[in-house]
Nanobody, 118 residues
Framework: QVQLVESGGCLVQPGGSLRLSCTASKTVFVINAMGWYRHAPGKQRELVAEITTACSKRYADYVKGRLTITRENAENTADLQMNSLKPEDTAVYYC????????????WGQGTQVTVSS
């Protein structure tokens, strides 16, 4: 089992910045890719950014240049630095991890609310 805990969500003004953090519990499973997804009201959950153990990164087109994902493999953490935030970035942000145990499974955190509003 892998438990993920997110932090850093907040109310921020347009143009502001936030840093979201995700920490995975200590586990004997091998954590492969970690990523961030978001779920806005009335929309489907969508990928924001993903990073592999080799630090290969993938971003959604709508966040390129504004968001940066980083990872500490030794600590099993993945952070999302968000700059130049827009009202349309308002959503619940979820941390995701793919881990290899008896099976390869996806694990999710509980989510952290990000609200961009003046």
């Amino acid at each position: 089992q892998v438990q993920l805990v997110e932090s850093g969500g907040c109310l921020v003004q347009p143009g502001g910045s936030l840093r979201l953090s995700c920490t995975a519990s200590k586990t004997v499973f091998v954590i492969n890719a970690m990523g961030w997804y978001r779920h806005a009201p009335g929309k489907q959950r969508e990928l924001v950014a993903e990073i592999t153990t080799a630090c290969s990164k993938r971003y959604a087109d709508y966040v390129k240049g504004r968001l940066t994902i980083t990872r500490e493999n030794a600590e099993n953490t993945a952070d999302l630095q968000m700059n130049s935030l827009k009202p349309e970035d308002t959503a619940v942000y979820y941390c995701n991890a793919e881990a290899t145990g008896p099976l390869v499974l996806d694990y999710w955190g509980q989510g952290t609310q990000v609200t961009v509003s003046s």
